[in-house]
């Protein structure tokens, strides 16, 4: 019965992250250059980009608690439904403020994909849990794919208006196969769940060093966060349309790592081999990219970022849940997506110092966390359920 609906409910959860994800991407290249056009000035751009991470960062933990108590299916249908509605305020914007709104009730139903990963944790077995993730952030990798390309086309010819109405008719089918195709899993007691707090997660055997990890590896990210534009500009003379080819050549190659490598992986080397191995193959990607003399260059770095990336994600996110009890699953994806939202967060406005001191600098320096991320994987073996710490 568990696989039966686990496979219902896997599908559904992969149709809701592509169509929500795919309404996300399509407001990415729009944004800045509808803010600016508008009237905004830098500062104010940053905070409008910034805001939907700070919403996350603080409610997604919360999200993640009620679908521990109250079942994962009405959480994930009302943030699928605010994630809509965000875009549907976008449609409607005709100043920053309104593109504000629009931002802050993205961040507040952003954890539908952090809780749908929870729910895919509930219906997995303990050695299919690296599989089922990497299927999972496949789903996001595709709608990522498809939706900056397909936004950038729908915003000129029909401005913020067409894009963001299309966007909020994705995400709206996102919620209809969620309320309607997507199984209910009974949550457990809720006597169980009053008491509970993400503090009580911290003591589990290797769990706090695992998210720490997490949380340094996408604060590296994000430092690239509205630098890597201007370094190709800077450096070789690119502009958006270079940009949008690399984003979407990155996000494939990402979908096919998740999709095609992870699961294989996995059945061959230990996590922290791939975790490692992963972080590592990041940095090498990121420190290329200052350097890269073409086109092709770029590429290549990409290739290798992506790879890494495609693999740590979900490896990193199934060894945090094989580590977490089944009735703090939700709980613990709210933490992880608020470790994400944080580096989101703070990553971009040091990314962008640094850039003005040195165009390299936030390369070199996100390539350094990525090896020290690596070198702090914790020695945790994970097998059957039972977790046991590696002397």
């Known amino acids: 019965m568990r696989r039966k609906m686990g496979s219902t409910g896997e599908r559904a959860v992969l149709a809701l992250a592509f169509l929500d994800l795919l309404g996300f991407g399509m407001l990415i290249p729009d944004i800045q250059l509808r ?108 709608g990522l794919i498809f939706g900056p390309a397909l936004g950038g086309w729908l915003a000129s010819i029909g401005g913020n208006h067409l894009l963001g109405a299309v966007a909020a008719t994705a995400s709206c089918a996102g919620a209809a196969i969620a309320a309607f195709a997507l199984p209910r899993i009974q949550p457990k007691p809720r006597e169980s769940q009053e008491r509970a707090s993400i503090r ?52 494939m190659v990402t979908f096919g790592a998740q999709a095609f490598l992870v699961d294989r992986l996995s059945k061959r080397r230990s996590t922290r081999a791939n975790l490692r191995a992963s972080y590592l193959l990041m940095g090498v990607g990121l420190v290329s990219f200052p350097w890269a003399p073409s086109f092709a260059f770029l590429l290549v770095g990409s290739f290798l970022f992506a790879v890494g990336s495609g693999v740590a994600n979900p490896t990193a996110n199934a060894l945090c849940s094989s580590l977490t009890p089944d009735d703090r699953q939700g709980q613990l994806f709210g933490l992880l997506q608020s470790a994400r939202s944080l580096g989101y967060l703070l990553g971009p406005s040091l990314g962008g110092a640094l850039f003005d001191v040195w165009h390299a600098g936030p390369y070199v320096l996100a390539a350094l966390i990525c090896c020290v991320a690596a070198m702090a994987v914790p020695r945790i073996r994970v097998e059957l359920g039972l977790i046991t710490e590696k002397l």
């Open 200 to 251: 009580d997660l911290l003591p589990i055997p290797g769990l706090a060093r695992t998210v720490f990890v997490i949380a340094v590896s996408w604060f590296a990210l994000a430092m690239l966060e509205g630098t890597f534009g201007r370094l190709i500009e800077s450096s070789l003379g690119y502009g958006q349309f270079e940009f949008g080819v690399i984003f979407a050549f990155e996000s």
């Open 35 to 142: 803010a600016e056009a508008w009237g905004a000035p830098g500062w104010m751009i940053g905070g409008l980009l910034s805001s939907t991470f700070l919403i996350q960062f603080l409610v997604s933990p919360r999200w993640g608690h009620l679908s521990d108590a109250v079942g994962r299916k009405p959480v994930i249908v009302g943030c699928t439904v605010l994630s809509a509605l965000s875009m549907a305020v976008y449609a409607m914007a005709t100043n920053p403020g309104m593109i504000l709104v629009s931002r802050i009730l993205a961040g507040v139903g952003a954890a539908n994909i952090a809780v749908a990963q929870a729910y895919v944790a509930d219906s997995s077995d303990p050695g299919s849990k690296v599989a089922a993730m990497g299927r999972v952030g496949s789903a996001v990798s595709a």
